[in-house]
């Protein structure tokens, strides 16, 4: 093989880690983002109801699962 040959494949392999790499990375940023803002949202008004609380619990399950 020469230079070229090897070049076109690395590219190709780098290009889909990339991809699977960046889709990951946004779900688990919206999981996150989904989480922070429910905290936030809840203790705004100081007082955190049972609903808010289950809010969060079902956002912080849904995080850790993959």
Known sequence: ???????VIVTAAVSIVSTVLGVNYKQGKDKVTNLLSDVVMAV??????????QKIAADAKAFLEK
């Open 44 to 53: 705004q008004d100081d007082k955190v109801t049972e609903e808010e609380c």
């Open 1 to 7: 093989m020469d230079l070229g040959t090897v070049a």
